[in-house]
């Protein structure tokens, strides 16, 4: 069974930073985007950070320059370091990947999701 476990989240006053783990496990032939998103109360899920293989990470606009996403291939792990969290940070925030599997001569591609960690950010 292939899944993904998060770590990370918590309680965290304003202008002080977390940083958010995810690891992949399983029967994994290869890992390819991997991302996070994060849901408030009454909000729509938004994307947050993205990073794919051998290209340049992405941010949502309101993490620009205070959150950084990294991912370590050789672990199936991505990260991302939270500085500067205001109130507006406040969400469940998720991780999702695009996880490759191998049966036999087939490779399957899954899109799957973290069971989500909470973010409370005091004022």
């Known amino acids: 069974q292939v899944q993904l476990v998060e770590s990370g989240g918590g309680l965290v006053q304003s202008g002080g930073s977390l940083r958010l783990s995810c690891t992949a496990s399983?029967?994994?032939?290869?890992?390819?985007?991997m991302n996070w998103y994060r849901q408030a109360p009454g909000k729509q899920r938004e994307l947050v950070a993205s990073t794919i293989r051998g290209a340049n990470p992405n941010y949502a606009d309101s993490v620009k320059g205070r959150f950084t996403i990294s991912r370590d291939n050789a672990k199936n792990s991505v990260y991302l370091q939270m500085n500067s969290l205001n109130p507006e940070d406040a969400a469940v925030y998720y991780c999702?990947?695009?996880?490759?599997?191998?049966?036999?001569?087939?490779?399957?591609?899954?899109?799957?999701w973290g069971q989500g960690t909470q973010v409370t950010v005091s004022s």
């Open positions: 399983g029967n994994i032939f290869r890992v390819n985007d």
């Open positions: 999702n990947a695009g996880v490759v599997v191998r049966r036999g001569d087939i490779l399957d591609e899954f899109d799957l």
